[in-house]
């Protein structure tokens, strides 16, 4: 079978969507409700992202969970099993054919990140594997690059700094849990006991960005999944994420993610509703 250039497989309830590109095995799966993956170790190194429902991926002596939205960098060799949600799951994976290739460093060490503009490309380039034109190829293959540099960027501080301090995951949650409140720097050093200044130092080399910023990235990517599965319009998702208004809203989307709200909404959803 093939969905446009690429070809469709079913191996024990599981539907992949795959095609060699100019040096990367690009593939969307689907996995069944509840599937269990056996412990294995990636001969090649690959970045996944979830598009859909939810997996838990466990490593000798960590767990590491990944919802909607997740992405995480796999390093060839990483053994782990995987199980996945009550829903099953729907992934996007940019896998490198040869281990050698120049951009296998991006890919070398096991991390995990967010960012709604991944999430983004991760859609457009399941859409292009099923795009029947000549110039899909073409145009996965740039999407794969661009997801390349998101992951590189977006991982690259929490490399440096190593794992974070518990007071400073408990900011990040304390951000998480109040999506749609202003919060302010003082509010949060004084919940997880820590002087603002030592906080935002901390958030910075940790994440690349302020507390402000990252309390921002948050409210999109609560957003983004919204407009994906959820009916809310447009202007309650704005100001349900905390935005003064939809105009704010649009403005912070499209920069952050590449496109309008509206269009990223029509354009996952039409991918989603498109068989393989």
Not at 16 to 33: C, K, M, S, Y
Not at 67 to 86: I, K, N, Y
Not at 219 to 230: K, M
Request: proline share 5%; with cysteine; hydrophobic share 45%.
């Amino acid at each position: 079978m093939s969905a446009g250039f690429a070809a469709v497989t079913e191996d024990e309830g599981v539907v992949a969507i795959a095609a060699d590109v100019n040096g990367f095995t690009l593939a969307e799966l689907r996995f069944p409700p509840d599937y269990v993956e056996a412990e294995r170790e990636p001969e090649r190194p690959y970045l996944a992202i979830v598009l859909e429902g939810a997996m838990e991926k466990t490593f000798r002596g960590r767990v590491m969970r990944f919802e909607q939205a997740d992405a995480l960098t796999m390093p060839v060799g990483a053994a782990h099993s995987a199980r996945f949600g009550s829903q099953g799951a729907r992934v996007l994976v940019v896998k490198l054919e040869d281990g050698s290739s120049p951009l296998t460093g991006m890919l070398g060490r096991l991390a995990d990140f967010r960012a709604p503009g991944a999430t983004w490309l991760a859609w457009r380039l399941a859409a292009e594997l099923r795009a029947s034109d000549a110039a899909a190829p073409l145009a996965a293959e740039g999407l794969a690059l661009e997801l390349l540099a998101v992951a590189s960027r977006d991982t690259g501080a929490a490399w440096r700094s190593g794992r974070s301090p518990a007071w400073l995951r408990s900011a990040e949650e304390l951000l998480r849990s109040r999506i749609g409140d202003c919060v302010g720097l003082g509010e949060v050093a004084g919940e997880v006991g820590v002087h603002p200044a030592h906080l935002a130092r901390a958030f910075r080399a940790r994440h690349g960005v302020s507390v402000g910023e990252y309390g921002r990235r948050l409210r999109l990517e609560w957003a983004a999944r919204e407009l994906v599965c959820g009916d809310l319009p447009l202007a309650l998702v704005a100001a349900q994420a905390g935005f003064a208004d939809q105009s704010h809203f649009t403005r912070c989307f499209k920069q952050w993610v590449g496109t309008t709200p509206a269009r990223y909404r029509d354009e996952t959803r039409a991918v989603r509703r498109r068989p393989p």
